[in-house]
């Protein structure tokens, strides 16, 4: 099967309540007069999910709704090798929970065997690239540092380094890539949650990542990979976009995605973020929460939240679902200022913050401000050095124009 290029679209709309002009924006993996004589013979390795897709405007029109082609079987339609897939957190389906162990499997449409790196490793093994000629990146992230699409990226260079593998990624927009904001990650925190010293929002998309971490040479023991970053064509850094497919089970949409950087903080704490709920990272709340405006009910969700926080209890709260459509100059910086008046509302409650707090914030600086009582200006004014001394490494490594 055959796929023209100019039958390719991702429609992206300004996110402020009301869509803008429809504007032609073409990932990585839909740049097919470069990806397919790059990968064309060779044996290949793709990272993917069911968020890998490329639009196909199947009657050419730029205003009809794109069905989609997932990139594995847009791959294989062309004539390139996929041999394996490797599956990052949530599964090769994006329907296995935050945490959920993921298993090797099949995948049903191209009966391509997949292999998880989510499960007893998530490093690939040398095992596993055995006969490959090239490994492929291609994964929808979010642009957070807690978000693990990243720290997979960063376990898969290592790999291929070690194994002498050229990786390509096929880099796609980020959401969260027109402003860096938040704390630095200190040594001594890394986890799979934050790997390296970067902020919560570090505003680049995971090719402009991949190549810092190359260059900087983050990787374990200095090594760096073979890289090579198809980039976005018609990408910047101020472009607002609609995802067509959830990056995973609890971002379901724009708004939580937005909502994320700032609600994340609190799955480091007692509070419930919506697990359970019909809007994950659109709200916040707690059995015990004083506000009695609004209320949730988390329940058990298959593949999204078996068992949430405070599953089958209502949980008084606070709804975001409109926050960004009533105050869209809030757009653009971690707000921090929920997270403080729940700590002084709930404080009485027992231990607010619990051991995952402080590897979400990549120190334990945040925790131990606000139990001293520091406001958000303080707060935000103590992160000021490590913002400026990081966006002078970004930008040694942005692809796209940026008005930073």
């Known amino acids: 099967m055959v796929y023209h290029l100019k039958r390719l679209l991702i429609i992206l709309t300004c996110l402020t309540g009301t869509i803008s002009s429809a504007a032609q924006v073409f990932p990585g993996a839909a740049r097919a007069e ?7 013979g060779k044996l290949i390795g793709i990272v993917a999910n069911d968020a890998s897709v490329i639009p196909l405007i199947v009657n050419g029109s730029d205003t009809a709704m794109p069905a989609l082609i997932n990139t594995v079987k847009f791959f294989s339609d062309s004539g390139i090798r996929v041999v394996k897939i490797f599956s990052p957190e949530h599964g090769f389906g994006v329907t296995v929970e935050a945490g959920g162990v993921v298993a090797d ?15 007893a ?7 596993q690239l055995d006969g490959l000629d090239a490994m492929v990146f291609d994964i929808q992230d979010v642009g957070v540092r807690f978000y693990t699409y990243i720290s997979t990226l960063t376990f898969l260079m290592e790999a291929c380094a070690q194994k002498g593998l050229p990786l390509i990624v096929l880099d796609r927009p980020n959401p969260n890539g027109f402003y860096v904001d938040g704390p630095v990650m200190k040594p001594g925190y890394t986890s799979f949650v934050g790997m390296h010293p970067v902020p919560v929002v570090y505003g680049m998309t995971i090719g402009e990542y991949a190549l810092m971490v190359n260059g900087e040479k983050w990787l374990s023991g200095k090594v760096t990979c073979d890289l ?14 609609k995802f067509l497919k959830p990056p995973s089970p609890n971002l379901p949409d724009s708004n939580a995605i937005y909502l994320y950087p700032s ?36 329940v058990s969700v298959q593949g999204k939240a078996a ?18 459509k009533i105050n869209p100059g809030s757009m653009g910086r971690i707000q921090l200022g929920w997270l403080i ?6 404080k009485g409650e027992g231990n607010f913050f619990n051991d995952y707090f402080d590897r979400l914030a990549g120190s334990d600086v945040l925790r131990k401000s606000i139990i001293r009582g520091k406001n958000e200006t303080e707060i935000r004014r103590s992160w000021k050095a490590d913002l400026l001394r990081f966006k002078k490494i970004r930008s040694r490594y942005l692809l796209y124009a940026d008005q930073d």
Do not use: N, W
């Not at 499997?105 to 499960?119: A, E, Q």
């Not at 490793?121 to 095992?127: C, R, S, V």
């Open 34 to 40: 470069i990806v397919i004589p790059l990968l064309k």
């Open 105 to 119: 499997g099949v995948d049903p449409v191209t009966g391509i065997p997949v292999v998880s790196l989510y499960g």
């Open 121 to 127: 490793h998530k490093k690939p093994t040398p095992m």
């Open 228 to 241: 090579t970053v198809i980039p976005v064509a018609g990408y910047t850094h101020q472009t607002r976009m």
């Open 263 to 298: 609600l994340c903080f609190f799955e480091g704490t007692i509070m419930s973020v919506g697990r359970g709920t019909d809007f994950p990272f659109e709200v916040f709340g707690h059995p015990a929460f004083p506000d009695t405006t609004f209320s949730f009910f988390p």
């Open 307 to 324: 068992h949430p926080p405070y599953e089958g209890t209502r949980c008084r709260g606070t709804d975001l679902r409109d926050y960004y």
């Open 341 to 346: 008046r729940a700590y002084e509302l709930m």
